[in-house]
């Protein structure tokens, strides 16, 4: 399983990318940002990987954006990399 997780430094700021998200009827879902990620407030947005060039704008635009990170998930392994 592949997704896109959107790390930001504030919490509200992360609440408020998703309500955006969900507003455009883009699925995404706030998630608990993985440890191998740091710098971040805890929480951050997965979304799918199709729709990362729609909502990148809209992500580098709050100022506590941190950045755009590609997890695969196989079984109860992962792999995170930095976009």
Request: aromatic residues 12%.
């Amino acid at each position: 399983m592949k997704y896109i997780l959107v790390v930001f430094s504030s919490r509200k700021d992360a609440i408020g990318f998703y309500e955006t998200l969900r507003r455009a009827n883009i699925y995404s879902a706030v998630v608990n940002t993985p440890r191998e990620v740091t710098s971040s407030c805890g929480v951050s947005v997965k979304i799918d990987p199709k729709v990362l060039n729609y909502v990148k704008n809209a992500a580098l635009c709050c100022n506590s954006f941190i950045a755009f990170y590609m997890v695969e998930e196989f079984g109860i392994k992962r792999k995170i990399l930095k976009l």
